[in-house]
């Protein structure tokens, strides 16, 4: 790990996911792809198939029933950082990630709430044809935030 790493962390979940199978594979990436905990606003799901690791008992895992819950608990010193196809998102591609942040997803057919947008630190998206699965969007930020890049 760089040592320009160290003292970092980020936590990845979903707000309002559609369906339960929305939340396996964000668990599965989330322990592969280094992610300090997993969590889901709203709707709330049990262990999927597709987590074959178990990463949400592996993991710490939280549910928070309304967007105020959850950022009312946000970690001291974190940036919200939503993942959203908005207008004012900046690329992902070009975006630094904070060295603590926590990065929140929307469900594919209604996407973050405009609460969520609002109270974002930063709003993040990358290039898509159309709309991906709110579990590929996780890994694709998961695996961007690995990437050896400056942070702020």
Known sequence: MNDNFTNEFFGIGIQNGKTPENLGVPCRSAQNL??????????RYAKQACDTHNAVKSMPYFHYDTFEDFFNNIPK???????????EAV?????????????LLGAEDHGLSNQAIEKSHFLVKFQSQLSLNVSVDSSIVMYDRGIDKPRV
């Open 34 to 43: 280094g992610a300090s905990f997993i969590f889901t606003i709203g709707n």
């Open 77 to 87: 010193g974190a940036r919200l950082v939503g993942v959203e196809l908005a207008k």
């Open 91 to 103: 690329p992902l591609e070009t975006f630094n990630h904070p060295r603590r942040c926590v990065y």
